[in-house]
Nanobody, 116 residues
Framework: QVQLVESGGGLVQAGGSLRLSCAAS????????MGWYRQAPGKQRELVARIISGGGTYYADSVKGRFTISRDNARNTVYLQMNSLKPEDTAVYYCRCTVTSLNGYWGQGTQVTVSS
């Protein structure tokens, strides 16, 4: 049974930092594409960052230079370091493991709220 458990969300002032964690079980993150998505109220879920099995990374333009995705294979955990947070970063953040283009797993989400 695959489980992705996010943690690290919370309330922070603009300009602050948070680090999100996604602990995986039942699957090896090093063998799959891991991503962080977010969904703000009234908006569609969007890709924030992802890391592929080879280690390459991708970032949405809105977070480039501020967010960093990384993984610890020994802990089977993916991280999202978020710096210089803005109110528009407020959303529920979800971890996703993409196994194939048609198959993947989602975590339950963690709320990030950035106050101005």
């Amino acid at each position: 049974q695959v489980q992705l458990v996010e943690s690290g969300g919370g309330l922070v002032q603009a300009g602050g930092s948070l680090r999100l964690s996604c602990a995986a079980s039942g699957i090896f993150i090093s063998r799959n594409t891991m991503g962080w998505y977010r969904q703000a109220p009234g908006k569609q879920r969007e890709l924030v960052a992802r890391i592929i099995s080879g280690g390459g990374t991708y970032y949405a333009d809105s977070v480039k230079g501020r967010f960093t995705i990384s993984r610890d294979n020994a802990r089977n955990t993916v991280y999202l370091q978020m710096n210089s947070l803005k109110p528009e970063d407020t959303a529920v953040y979800y971890c996703r493991c993409t196994v194939t283009s048609l198959n993947g797993y989602w975590g339950q989400g963690t709320q990030v709220t950035v106050s101005s």
